[in-house]
C-alpha cells in the first residue's frame, strides 16, 4: 500500500482544503527569522528531473530543505538515463537509497504512475508530459483563495494551449473539486480530442468570456511544442487569445490575472498585464513553496500520509 | 448540568466510559483569576510579558488571562498563540495532522518574558516542543509556564510556575479541559480509562 500526489483527482475535497488550509499555516514561516522546521528531519526526498524544470525543481528542494529533510537532486542530463538506464532502474536505485518521497518530472505522461509501483515511498508529480502537474493546480487554487476567498462558484477561465498543457488538465479537476466553474478557451486546433469529458466549459471567443471572470489564467505558448501548424502566426494568435490592456480592462474589478510562467511576454500576456497589481505572477512563485511545503509534510510527515490515493501493487 | 454530561458535539463513543466534572465553571474562573495574580506578582506588573497559548484550548485560556491581568492592570498584555505541531516528538506515531495557528503579537518575543499557556500538564512533551518552537521564533528574556490542569506523570524535566488545579490521576485516565469559546460550556472532565 502507497500513498501517493499524481493526479490531482486523486485528491477529495477535504485533501485538498487541508492541504491549502495547511499552507495557509505554513506561509508565515517565510517571514520569521529561521525560515525552517525540524519536521522531516532524517527523512530522503530525491528530486528526479528527466526534464528541464529550473522553477519547480527549487521549488520542491526548497520545501523540503525548509521541513529539515535530506534533499538528493537527480537530474537526466549527465547521469545514468543518458547512458540508457531505463525508469525502473532508476527507480530501483533510488529504493536501493532509501527515499522517502519522490519527486518525479518526466516527458512521458503516466511516468510517476508507472514508478509509484516500484518504490516504496510516496511519489509526487512534479509534471508528466501533457498529463498532469497537480501541484502548480493547488498552488493556483491557494493564490485564487488568498485573492479571492472561498472558490465555491467563483468563475475561472484558463486560456491558451490546453492540448499540451498539463497544467489546464490539473487545474480543471481540482478547481472542479473546489466547487469552481472552469471556462477553457483555446483556438479548435488547441484543445484535446477529449474535452468535451472534462468537468467544465469550453469556448473560442475570448472577449465573450471575460465579463463574467473572476480569475483569467493565462497558459504560455509552448514553442517548443508547436511542431505542426496549430495556429497562421504568433501574432495573429496574440491578437485573437492573447491578454493585453484592453481586454484586462473588460474584467470585473475584482478579478486577477494568472500565469504558471514562464511568460512569453507580448504573445499570451502584454507586459502591462503582466506587471498589473491585479497580476498574481510574482505571488505564485512564493506560494509554490508553501503548498509543496504543505503536501511534503502531509505526505512525509507522519506514520501514513494524510492525503493523497492509496494504490495497490500492479495498478 | 451533571457530572456525567458531555458535550453536544462530542458524543461519548463508550457508555460506559464514566465522565466526573472536577472543575466547573466558577472553580475554572477563580483558577484564572488567581493566577492571572500570580503573574502579575511575580513578574511585578507584568510590564514585558507576552502570553502565548498553546492551540486549541491554550489560545483561549491565554485570552481570559490577558483580559485579567488587563482589568487588574489597566495596560493591555501581548498575546498570541504558538502552534508546536511541527516541533512534537511523536509525529511519526500518528498519521500527519492538521496544523494550528502561530500568531506572535507585533511586539514579538525577543528580550519578553513569555508565559506559554497550555490546559494540561501531563508529560511535558507539548511543552518541550513549545520550547523548541519558541527558540526557533526569537529569544525571550525568560519563559514561564501556566496550566489549567497539572495531572503528573511527568516524563521530561519540566514543571509548571503557574497552576490552577493539581489533579492526581492513574496514567490511564483522561483529563479533558471544556472551555465555552469551543466546547459551549467551562469544566474541567476526567474520565475513567476503559
Known amino acids: 500500500m502507497k500513498h501517493h500526489l499524481i493526479s490531482a483527482a486523486d485528491l477529495t475535497k477535504d485533501d485538498a482544503l487541508l492541504i491549502l488550509d495547511t499552507a495557509e499555516e505554513l506561509a508565515s514561516i517565510a517571514d520569521r527569522p529561521i525560515k525552517k522546521l525540524p519536521t522531516l528531519r532524517g527523512r530522503t526526498v530525491v528530486n528526479l528531473f528527466f526534464e528541464d524544470s529550473t522553477r519547480t525543481r527549487i521549488s520542491f528542494e526548497a520545501a523540503a530543505k525548509r521541513l529539515s529533510a535530506d534533499v538528493i537532486n537527480f537530474s537526466a542530463k549527465g547521469s545514468s538515463v543518458s547512458k540508457g538506464e531505463s525508469l525502473k532502474d532508476t527507480a530501483l536505485t533510488l529504493e536501493a537509497m532509501g527515499a522517502d518521497g519522490v519527486v518525479i518530472r518526466h516527458g512521458a505522461s503516466g511516468a510517476p504512475h508507472r514508478l509509484a509501483n516500484w518504490v516504496r515511498g510516496s511519489v509526487v508529480n512534479a509534471g508528466d508530459g501533457t498529463h498532469e502537474h497537480p501541484t502548480q493546480a493547488l498552488l493556483d487554487a491557494y493564490t485564487m483563495r488568498r485573492r479571492l476567498g472561498d472558490l465555491d462558484g467563483r468563475r475561472v477561465t484558463i486560456v491558451g494551449d490546453i492540448l499540451h498543457s498539463r497544467v489546464a488538465r490539473s487545474n480543471v479537476l481540482l478547481l472542479e473539486t473546489l466547487g469552481a466553474e472552469v471556462t477553457l478557451v483555446a483556438p479548435p486546433t488547441l484543445f484535446p480530442v477529449a474535452v468535451g469529458t472534462w468537468p467544465c466549459e469550453i469556448a473560442y471567443d475570448l472577449d465573450a468570456v471575460l465579463p463574467k471572470t473572476d480569475v483569467v489564467m493565462m497558459l504560455r505558448v509552448q514553442q517548443e511544442r508547436m511542431n505542426a501548424a496549430y495556429f497562421p502566426t504568433v501574432r495573429e494568435y496574440s491578437r485573437r487569445y492573447g491578454l493585453d490592456g484592453r481586454r484586462m480592462a473588460a474584467l470585473p474589478q475584482h478579478a486577477v490575472v494568472m500565469h504558471p510562467g514562464p511568460m512569453n511576454r507580448g504573445v499570451e500576456i502584454a507586459a502591462e498585464v503582466a506587471d498589473s497589481p491585479r497580476s498574481t505572477i510574482v505571488e505564485q512563485v512564493a506560494n509554490g513553496v508553501t503548498v509543496r511545503m504543505a503536501v511534503l509534510y502531509l505526505l512525509l510527515g507522519g506514520s501514513q500520509p494524510a492525503v493523497g490515493t492509496t494504490r495497490l501493487e500492479g495498478e | ?194
Do not use: C, W
Open chain 2, 1 to 194: 448540568m451533571s457530572a456525567a454530561s458531555v458535550p453536544p458535539h462530542r458524543p461519548s463513543p463508550d457508555s460506559d466510559v464514566s465522565h466526573k466534572a472536577v472543575l466547573e465553571a466558577p472553580d475554572i474562573r477563580r483558577a484564572l483569576t488567581r493566577i492571572a495574580h500570580e503573574i502579575l506578582e511575580r513578574t511585578k506588573g507584568g510590564r514585558d510579558i507576552v502570553l502565548l497559548g498553546i492551540p486549541t484550548r491554550g489560545v483561549t485560556l491565554a485570552a481570559r488571562l490577558a483580559r485579567r491581568i488587563e482589568e487588574v492592570e489597566g495596560h493591555p498584555v501581548p498575546q498570541g498563540s504558538l502552534d508546536v505541531t511541527m516541533y512534537r516528538d511523536d509525529l511519526r506515531m500518528r498519521p500527519a495532522r492538521a496544523l494550528g495557528r502561530t500568531e506572535l503579537p507585533p511586539e514579538g518575543v525577543d528580550d519578553r518574558l513569555v508565559v506559554l499557556i497550555d490546559d494540561v500538564l501531563f508529560s511535558g512533551r507539548t511543552v518541550r516542543a513549545a520550547l523548541d518552537a519558541l527558540n526557533d521564533l526569537g529569544r525571550p528574556r525568560a519563559v514561564q509556564l501556566a496550566t489549567l490542569v497539572d495531572r503528573g506523570h511527568r516524563e521530561l524535566p519540566i514543571r509548571a510556575d503557574y497552576v490552577g488545579k493539581n489533579l492526581p490521576t492513574s496514567a490511564r485516565e483522561t483529563v479533558r479541559v471544556l472551555v465555552e469559546e469551543v466546547d459551549g460550556r467551562d469544566a474541567v472532565l476526567l474520565e475513567a480509562g476503559k
